[in-house]
């Protein structure tokens, strides 16, 4: 099985920064991208910002220029670095990972259990 931990959640003012991690284990033959979407109360899940093992980046238009997405293809982990916080960026914040088990199997999506972030005014 496979599982993504999430961590680097929590409380900051609007300005300030956090960094998220999501460390994916388990039967990891292949991860084939790894990525972060928010959701905010009463809203849909959003993609934030994704990265395939090669370092291909997709990032949403309202975090360019402030977030960035990494990843450590030896750890099995991706990275997202929040500058300039603002309120409304105040959301669950959930690993997504698609992740190939076998070489015969084909890549299927995993998510973590989210971590929220909250951004004070």
């Known amino acids: 099985q496979v599982q993504l931990v999430e961590s680097g959640g929590g409380l900051v003012q609007a300005g300030g920064s956090l960094r998220l991690s999501c460390t994916a284990s388990?039967?990891?033959?292949?991860?084939?991208?790894m990525g972060w979407y928010r959701q905010a109360p009463g809203k849909q899940r959003e993609l934030a910002a994704s990265i395939t093992r090669i370092g291909t980046t997709n990032m949403a238009d309202f975090v360019k220029g402030r977030f960035t997405v990494s990843i450590d293809n030896a750890k099995n982990t991706v990275y997202l670095q929040m500058n300039s916080l603002q309120p409304e960026d105040t959301a669950v914040y959930y690993c997504?990972?698609?992740?190939?088990?076998?070489?015969?199997?084909?890549?299927?999506?995993?998510w973590g259990q989210g971590t929220q972030v909250t951004v004070s005014s």
């Open positions: 388990g039967s990891l033959f292949s991860i084939n991208d």
């Open positions: 997504n990972a698609h992740i190939k088990s076998s070489s015969r199997w084909q890549y299927n999506e995993y």
